[in-house]
């Protein structure tokens, strides 16, 4: 008998069909990944499995969990259900938990609601689970004083403590660093196959997909388009749609080759200590080192890529870049002059550099039109184009990214992710600067939406000779729009050298490790 | 926590000097003379210099000022130029009913609020909802001495179940709470529909935080995620305003002291206004400011106790 | 637009109308007293009946809203005018010395209900309606200006202030261009709660005697002549607190209104 099976789920809210005719079956001991892109409806179908739908949502067909129809179940009912029969993790652990609970009282919390049990016997058995999930901290602890990944294990101890027969994983690693990554799909993998339960992975992410699941069920807008075992989906794509995907993920660009080696940024051995709050009440203030003698050069039309993971100064080092703080020591110089002069920035410098943001929600002014948005940089030249002028250069920075000129006089909540990115780059166009830095520009896109962007960049860099610092977590985006890389860690570039070098053959122990936690697309001939 | 009490208490004593100076400042100095100031134009010119003597006008402003502090710090308030009589006394007889009325106030107003409302969230859109915050948009815009005086008109005067003012004293502690009682309903309902709608909208906050999700995921009903996980967090809020609230129910108290006659700080200090008093007048306004503060520092405390982050912040 | 708003916005015309209309006519003249007419309940010649001089409760209500309008919306024009620019400016430096000493200001002043502020001032200046604006409107600087710091931090965090320092834009620019459009929904809501606050916190200070000095009207001081009348005429009584009551609710609904209306995730402070 199979764990989960899910017949002809149909959910909708007020009119808008979320999800139609879903079907979807799963044993016990079985890892079952659920894929697609935003809007696909893969976390609703796992809050439907929970019997947590948003206020307002209809359900239709049947959610045979365990031998219970849980559309057909009474609260009540379910409630007794959730956390004993099925459990859940979240995608995002920074807010999962309850900040003013210590870990060890939430954990034992599940146990409390489901059993007659004492809360000595509980706390027991809680601190047990949050050993063998790899936690080494004590239970008395608040979440605050854990890390994402830390907070992770204990959000996985919750919702295994009474060992449900169904783990629901709703993008568990998608907020957390690929080392961390790496072990908590380790750890998940490891407590399937000590409680035989199944899991039910949720993940945008084709690489982890692919090495953590039996079987693939690929969603697009509310709909199953494919399922298989996960080798015989790989080797045998059907539906135009997964192809497209399992391309996208491994999408490469083609850079035109950069030749010459006049300097453009040049960066000696700076470092920036900032200061952390007293420990005691009058003694020295300690410092934390967030960039420890970091050296490195950008040549004219170089393009270079920065990984790291999430506290390795990549952050600092962009603003001291950028000229927007200082430094304790070193020094930052863009065509020989420092990018940092104090309170009065010096535009001559300013406007040779442009930025490419992270979130294209938060990029934008949302109480400003995109002629007035893209056209922020005309504050660093001396003489701001107008009228006219002003009017072709917004109407050529927007057909530059591909945009329509029409654009212009709409507002940014108009548009989708993936183009207010594409107004993010006429934005750092617009003055034609010499470096851009994109931080993470395309981290937040969607795979196919990604690979529009990454086209995009290596058609600009084809128009004009463009030198950028690209910063990504991401590895394989890395190694396809860059020529060299620099790997930080600490506060400090342990390694840098030609991409493909350094990917294929790194020298320190953190390339590697980075390299070896990234999960890898099998190579796919036709995929493409 | 001893870190963050400690660095808490620093700032109660930085905002105290402060408060005494500017209150020093407003009373003592801006007036010029504020002997003259306080005896009016008729005055005699030796009962002015009789009462610079007093005042110690002659001294200089800094060395007032810290005499006047360092008095305040041994209990001495000065002596009262219209009363005769230490103002320590004329507080301490007063206090009894200010401080008093204004803890039965605010125990009233935490009472009602609560479980209003947690009740209206945990309702949320139902009837229970709709009634209560109906209830609690006229309490926010009903003046409270003028619902004072609608109390007064039904239970004192129509019903006779109180007596519409005066205050028997703490001898019959019965009789003392029964005529403090129309006085603290008339600062506490405002208050508590005021503190109602911060309950709810800090409760729903937290009802649309993950955590709650969570919570849920692990079997607690909606009921138990409310009550476990949400009213906890969502006391952080309602904690800031049930601080400032005091300040306004010792000031509210004040006017409502003028409503039923209560011999409170309220009526000395306006017999003390009418007077000119200044010595009476800066002391107690220094009292109230003192008191607010104190208050303040222990709402900063009780945060501590709530919210751990607070206590380990490094 | 919903209901409250509708409703809202319809009872704070109407005060808004009989103060203006005030300007131009009233029923009878306030300052004319009728002592044998003194104490009518409500007739056709005095729809509100009249006080204890004789004098036209509606008259007086329609000069008193003038009051109570003008002393509220100066004390927030003072709150708004003084607040916001400190807020944004220790929003912008945040984390200085100067952002301490803003914060640490408004938690002083805090301490100093405007209760406390209007005694201070009268008992040297002596009681008017100008004490009470001042009053009224130094309390409402610290409400203006911890608002702004707070709506105005998240903000500085965002991506697209990053981007306008990267074009070189100073922080007091980018407090106007970019901060400030972004909290003036915010400011709406809470100047429209300010103003009914001050409303009541006129008729507190009018009442016990700190704050508009006869002759002129007020709904406060209406309120205190009619303390003592109350038991044989509750009419002097019930019409003011209704207006004030009336007046302050329709500022709330409209407040509340203005929120769903805007942006229903604003929360604004009430004390």
């Given amino acids: 008998m199979s764990l989960l099976a899910i017949k002809a789920l149909s959910v909708s809210i007020g009119d808008a069909a979320i999800l139609h005719d879903i079907d979807l079956d799963m044993r016990a001991g079985e890892i079952v990944a659920i894929t697609g892109e935003s809007g696909s409806g893969k976390s609703m179908t796992a809050l439907a499995v929970m019997g947590l739908l948003p206020r307002g949502a209809k359900a239709k067909g049947q959610i045979i969990l365990d031998g219970h129809d849980i559309l057909q179940t009474p609260e009540p009912a379910l409630c007794k259900i959730r956390g004993k029969t099925v459990g859940m993790v979240f995608q995002e652990p920074m807010t999962a938990l309850n900040p003013v609970q210590t870990i060890g009282a939430q954990v034992a919390e599940t146990i409390l609601i489901h059993e007659k049990t004492t809360k000595a016997e509980a706390n027991k058995r809680a601190a047990a689970m949050l050993e063998r999930v790899g936690l080494k901290v004590p239970p008395s602890r608040y979440p605050h004083e854990l890390s994402g990944g830390q907070r992770q294990r204990v959000v996985i101890a919750m919702a295994i403590a009474l060992r449900p027969k169904l783990l ?57 388009v494919e399922v298989g ?103 930052i110089t863009l065509d020989g002059a420092p990018v940092f002069t104090g309170k009065k920035p010096n535009l001559a410098v300013r406007r040779k550099m442009q930025v490419v943001f992270q979130d294209p929600y938060s990029s934008f002014n949302p109480r400003h039109r995109v002629d007035r948005l893209i056209t922020e940089p005309f504050h660093l030249l001396e003489t701001p184009p107008t009228g006219q002028a002003r009017t072709d250069a917004i109407a050529k920075a927007l057909t530059d990214v591909g945009l329509s000129p029409d654009d212009a006089g709409k507002y940014i909540h108009e548009f989708s992710g993936g183009q207010r990115q594409r107004i993010a780059i006429a934005r750092a166009l617009i003055i034609e600067p010499e470096l851009i830095i994109f931080d993470e ?7 196919s939406v990604r690979a529009q962007v990454l086209d995009l960049i290596a058609d600009l860099c084809r128009k004009r000779p463009l030198a950028y610092l690209f910063i990504s977590h991401d590895l394989s985006v890395v190694r396809t ?48 | 926590m001893i870190r963050f009490a400690a660095g808490r208490l620093t700032s109660l004593v930085i905002s105290l000097i402060v408060a005494s100076i500017v209150i020093f400042a407003v009373i003592e100095v801006i007036p010029g003379d504020p002997a003259a100031f306080m005896l009016g134009v008729n005055a005699r010119p030796d009962t002015i210099a009789a009462l610079r003597a007093e005042m110690g006008l002659d001294q200089p402003v800094i060395q007032r000022y810290f005499a006047w502090v360092a008095g305040m710090l041994q209990g001495d308030f000065g002596t009262s130029w219209t ?232 | 637009m919903s209901r409250n708003l509708i409703i809202g916005a319809a009872l704070t015309t109407l005060f808004i109308a009989l103060a203006a209309i005030s300007f131009l006519w009233t029923p009878y003249d306030i300052e004319t007293l009728d002592i044998p007419g003194k104490l009518q309940t409500p007739n056709a010649a005095h729809l509100l009946g009249t006080d204890h001089f004789g004098r036209d409760i509606l008259s007086m209500i329609m000069m008193g809203a003038r009051t109570s309008i003008a002393v509220a919306l100066v004390a927030v024009g003072i709150g708004m005018g003084l607040g916001i620019p400190l807020g944004l400016l220790a929003a912008a430096r945040h ?100 103003f009914s606050l001050g409303i009541l916190a006129e008729a507190a200070l009018s009442y016990i005697g700190l704050g508009a000095q006869p002759p002129t009207a007020s709904w406060g001081r209406m309120l205190a002549d009619a303390q003592t009348l109350v038991s044989i005429a509750p009419h002097t009584a019930l019409v003011p607190g209704f207006a004030i009551l009336l007046m302050v609710l329709g500022l709330n609904l409209m407040g509340d209104g203005l929120r769903d209306w805007l942006d229903p995730r604003i929360r604004v402070v009430r004390t």
């Fill in chain 1, 168 to 224: 629901i994983a709703d993008e568990p690693t998608t907020a957390l660093d690929v080392t961390t990554q790496a072990r908590i799909l380790e750890l998940l993998r490891g407590l399937v196959r000590e409680f035989g339960m199944g899991l039910l992975i949720i993940t945008h992410d084709l690489a982890v997909v692919a090495e953590i699941a039996d079987k693939i069920v690929v969603m697009q807008k509310g709909r199953v």
């Fill in chain 1, 229 to 331: 075992a996960t080798q015989d989906l790989l080797t045998n794509m059907q539906h135009p749609y997964t192809k497209a995907l399992f391309a996208a993920s491994s999408h490469l660009v083609q850079l035109p080759v950069h030749t010459g080696s006049v300097q453009l940024l040049s960066a000696k051995h700076i470092t920036r200590d900032y200061p952390l709050p007293r420990k005691t009440l009058l003694g020295p203030r300690p410092t934390f080192r967030a960039l420890d003698d970091v050296s490195f050069y950008i040549d004219h039309g170089e393009r270079v890529g920065l990984v790291g993971e999430s506290g390795s100064g990549k952050s600092t080092l962009t603003r001291a870049i950028l000229g927007l703080e200082d430094v304790q020591s070193g020094e």
């Fill in chain 1, 441 to 447: 520009a395309v981290s937040a896109l969607d795979v």
């Fill in chain 1, 481 to 528: 729009v860059t020529d060299r890389v620099l790997v930080m860690q600490a506060g400090k570039i342990v390694e840098q050298g030609e991409t493909e070098t350094v990917l294929t053959q790194p020298k320190h122990p953190y390339t590697q490790a980075l390299i070896a936690a990234a999960p890898q697309l099998p190579q796919l001939k036709q995929a493409v």
């Fill in chain 2, 83 to 314: 009363y005769k009589t230490p103002v320590s006394d004329l507080i301490a007889d007063r206090i009894w009913v200010s401080l008093p009325l204004a803890i039965y106030a605010l125990a009233l107003s935490t009472l009602i609020a609560f479980p209003a409302g947690i009740y209206a969230a945990s309702r949320r859109g139902g009837a229970g909802d709709t009634a209560i915050m109906g209830a609690t948009q006229l309490g926010v815009a009903i003046p409270n001495f003028w619902f004072a005086m609608i109390l007064v008109l039904i239970f004192a005067i129509n019903l006779r179940w109180f007596s519409a003012g005066g205050f028997p004293g703490w001898d019959n502690p019965f009789q003392a709470i029964k005529s403090l009682t129309l006085p603290a309903i008339a600062l506490a309902l405002p208050q508590a529909a005021i503190l109602a709608r911060v309950m709810r909208s800090s409760l729903l906050d937290m009802l649309g935080e993950d955590f709650i999700r969570t919570a849920r995921a692990k079997g607690l009903t909606q009921r138990q995620a409310l009550w476990r996980h949400a009213v906890r967090n969502a006391l952080i809020p309602v904690l800031t305003i049930i601080g400032l609230q005091f300040s306004f129910l010792l000031a509210g108290g004040i006017i409502i002291e003028q409503v039923f006659f209560l011999p409170g700080l309220g009526r000395l200090i306006f017999q003390s206004i009418s007077a000119r008093d200044l010595i009476v007048v800066e002391s107690v306004v220094m009292l109230l400011v003192f008191v607010v503060i104190v208050v303040n520092f222990l709402v900063d405390l009780a945060y501590a106790a709530v919210d751990p982050r607070l206590r380990t912040k490094s």
């Fill in chain 3, 95 to 194: 984390g200085s010395l100067l952002d301490e000493l803003i914060m640490r200001g408004n938690d002083l002043v805090f301490a100093f209900p405007s209760l406390v502020i209007a005694i201070l001032i009268t008992a040297v200046f002596g009681a008017s309606a100008v004490n009470a604006i001042i009053a009224i409107g130094i309390f409402n600087i610290p409400v203006f200006a911890r608002l702004t710091r707070g709506a105005a931090l998240p903000l500085w965090e965002r991506d697209f202030i990053l981007a306008a320092r990267v074009c070189g834009k100073s922080a007091a620019r980018i407090s106007i261009e970019h901060i400030l459009p972004n909290i003036t929904n915010l400011m709406i809501v809470q100047g429209t709660i300010q």
